[in-house]
């Protein structure tokens, strides 16, 4: 007798998702850039079982990124070079990756410098470390623009305070909030002058937009697959210098007390292996087009910023964050349709179930007053209806349009 | 200008599997419990995409665990009710389950209690977790058998050593050297009367055999989803007690010193949120099979125990570990093989190269003296012509069957 009763496992059946990139336009601030390429398709069908990659493992060194057939080996270089580093891995999430940076550059009670525009995993990888932190601030409402320079006097401030320098200091290079683009090469000259090893957390840009990590003196990249390279989650990348991949990828040198076993192929902060399947294979399978589809990064902001125009037609409403658009996450302020939310009998989901009825979907339903969206990808007759999509729900509801 | 030249792209167009299940019998050791079901199979397509399983995370809580479209929060409660356990997570991988356990559990230094037929992940995890280790000895040659009785002795020497009890206690319930499959019960027991945590490594064992963790004593219950679910990698599952649960799925209490930012929904050792796409949603679509499947361990076994006796026909050739065989993972011993392969052109490759001319793959080339195999899933007659394969080899190469 199974222990779980087969009626309750009906809901496991024929699983479906809601919105297919072929039947909605799918604005939703996390998902464009993880969107498949046709290649990545074909990848996760052909490696879709367990350990799907490990056909090849060569047996005396037994490492996920030595396989190669398929080409692992050969990619993690590629990787490694298209963002101007020396050394990268795959990883099982961009947080993983911070994680993996802080706990080998770290001891508990170092401390790690921040922006405070920082993704919450980027503060749990930092308290997971057992290191304490320290936020650059940012220059509050409406830009919220970052201070950079501040990363300077943190560093001073900790130095001060422990009597040595921080463990690293972390700049996100593009924030979830307001999709601001930061300048990482101010950071990374500031963390030169220092000698602190300098993270940029790429989870935004590398994969959608050219990141040079050399040029703007990061020590270590760490981005997502799953939400900038067109790859299935979880992927996670950590590209680093020579030097700092040196510490981030140190060998095991655990020692079995009675069987004297050794590992010492392994790095151990990796856990050995990561991602041992389908994955990372879309993330391989997809690199030809995003090494192309970086290069078409301004036609891409343009279309963000042609919508964001086209929204700012509608009274009250304004694009909150640094202007212009450097980036395709935008955050949107709409005290117009919040205004129409108070009255309306859907009070704020109208928006979100208006839009649907169109077949635009992403944003948080319920959201009026501020709302977030990401055009990466979509083609520009597709941004224009998103466009027209809202002056219309705006029109219906009786708001100004300019 | 592309950073990386085109033609260096084109290794990977058209990524293609080498032993797809439809042309070969693929005997892999680690890959047989992951092969996925066809239900699988049909989820991995329909959640490919990026953050695919994130269309409805609910805005507040913000956590994989709480979506209830698709079924992610009904799951985790069937997951733990399946294994006998009260709280489930889907982590990145096993090992990923066994640093969090040893990570939470544990203070740098303090000693961890662990079998010496673990996997190599569950060395890196104590060691990334800053842990020292006690091995728990085994018999050694042939049965390899653990001395269960001695976590006792371990508990008391790590007592006398640093007058306390050990962090933790793991026994992987089934190695992946010789597929033994260990009482847990006797370590459960021992455990409890320490009031020590007991983890459970079952990444052999729990999705393809009925695993209850409450009736083996254990605190926190490990596996491997791509290993043992008939899921894509990578997927681990991190199954506790109650108790257990509230210390591995602490929420994160870090603050930012100037923004205030508080993340309190945030289980901080999980990252936040781990598996949030298609490897989830093929463990999720593989469990009503799975559920099913582990009723039918016994033909497995037992396919497994027939295999053991054709092949110990061959002159020279026993079967490794335990016998008579209680998993399906089996380690052999070849003096016959390993004799012709002193001769052989093909030196020790010849056994992996008639059997893949033959259309089976999975055993390690090179090997012979001894290799491992593991029949899980392979309906009878497929064994059978293994069986008739290893026969008709040590035929032709002059080995005596009896």
């Known amino acids: 007798m199974p222990k ?4 309750r496992l009906e809901i496991y059946r024929e699983l479906k998702r809601d919105f297919s990139e072929d039947k909605f336009i799918n604005l939703h601030p996390i998902q464009r ?10 990848a996760i069908i052909e490696f879709a079982d367990g350990y799907s990659t490990c056909d090849w493992c060569p047996p005396k060194t037994a490492r996920l990124d030595m396989i190669q057939r398929p080409p692992i080996a050969q990619f993690m270089q590629d990787l490694a070079e298209f963002l101007g580093m020396d ?5 099982t999430r961009c947080r993983e990756a911070q994680f993996i940076a802080f706990t080998m550059l770290g001891n508990p009670g170092d401390y ?4 405070s525009l920082a993704h919450y995993s980027t503060y749990t990888a930092a308290e997971l470390a057992r290191l304490r932190i320290k936020e650059v601030p940012h220059g509050g409402y409406p830009e919220f623009r970052l201070k950079l320079d501040a990363y300077a006097d943190k560093i001073e401030e900790v130095r001060r305070e422990t009597g040595k320098l921080p463990a690293a200091v972390l700049l996100t290079h593009v924030d979830y909030l307001y999709g601001n683009l930061n300048d990482a090469a101010v950071v990374g000259k500031i963390c030169k002058e220092y000698g602190v ?9 590398a994969g959608v937009m ?32 020579e030097e ?7 060998r095991s040198r655990i020692v079995g007390d009675w069987s004297q076993r050794k590992f010492s192929f392994k790095e151990y902060a990796l856990l050995g292996c990561t991602v041992m399947g389908a994955p990372l294979m879309t993330l391989i399978a997809s690199f030809p087009h995003v090494v192309e589809r970086v290069e078409r990064w301004p036609q891409e ?9 086209q929204l700012e037609r509608i009274e009250g409403t304004r694009q909150i964050g640094v202007r212009p658009k450097e980036h395709t996450l935008t955050h949107m302020e709409s005290d117009g349709f919040y205004r129409v939310s108070q009255t309306h009998k859907r009070k704020g989901y109208f928006l979100y179930e208006e839009l649907r009825r169109r077949g635009i979907v992403g944003i948080q339903p319920g959201l009026t007053r501020h709302f977030k969206f990401n055009t990466y990808g979509l083609p520009r007759e597709k941004v224009e209806r998103v466009a027209q999509a809202f002056l219309e729900i705006a029109e219906e509801q009786k708001l100004k349009a300019s």
């Open 87 to 91: 050394v990268a891995r795959v990883v």
């Open 197 to 205: 090893p300098f993270i940029l957390n790429a989870a935004y840009s």
């Open 4 to 7: 779980i009763p087969k009626d």
């Open 301 to 309: 902001v343009e279309n963000t910023r042609y919508l964001v125009e």
């Open 244 to 250: 700092m991949g040196e510490k981030l990828f140190a």
């Open 210 to 241: 050219n990141v040079d990590g050399k040029k703007l003196g990061a020590d270590i990249i760490t981005s997502s697959g799953h939400k900038s390279w067109a790859a299935s989650a979880p992927t996670g990348i950590l590209a680093a210098t």
């Open 112 to 115: 790690v410098i921040l922006d």
């Open 33 to 42: 850039g993880g969107v498949l390429s046709p290649e990545a398709r074909r």
